[in-house]
């Protein structure tokens, strides 16, 4: 059996403005946690025998992997779409939604669409690539959405859409 893996597919490249701040902190951030690594790295390798030499060791994989975070992070801000202004059809459901639905067993639950780097379960945040935010994209007040589940589809009315202002 191989090992291949087919790459993953492309996320949205859309965030909203506060959105597209974090990850340049984030970036910032980075940088010099980089330079503190770095200078510990070197502090380790002083130390001799570098083979059993756990510090090392330990440094250069955070290195490696704040190195990754870092080449990620100046790519995908380079190709992000800042959204900073909401649609003219509030309406619809698009990106930066705050979409309120109710299931056939009468229970009320509330998402916002974001884009994929800014999601968060515990805030109602959810990708617009979820299959949950891809139903719904586009649809109106009182449609009716099906959702596909592994535990088997669930539906969902519209009960309310509204865009904030201040997220965008």
Known sequence: ????????PKSSAYISKPGYAALGQELKALWVTRREVTVALSAAAAEGDRSENAEYIYRKK??????????YLQKRLD???VVDKPPT?????FFGAWVELEDDAGECVTYRIVGPDEFDVEKGWISMD?????????????DEVSVQRPAGPIRYIITGIRYTEGHF
Do not use: F, H, T
Not at 1 to 8: A, G, L
């Open 62 to 71: 955070q290195l490696r992997e704040i190195d990754r975070r870092i080449r």
């Open 79 to 81: 190709e992000l779409v």
């Open 130 to 142: 979820s299959p949950v935010a891809r139903a719904l994209m586009k649809k109106n007040l009182d």
């Open 89 to 93: 059809n509030q309406q619809q459901v």
């Open 1 to 8: 059996m191989s090992r291949y893996r087919p790459p993953q």
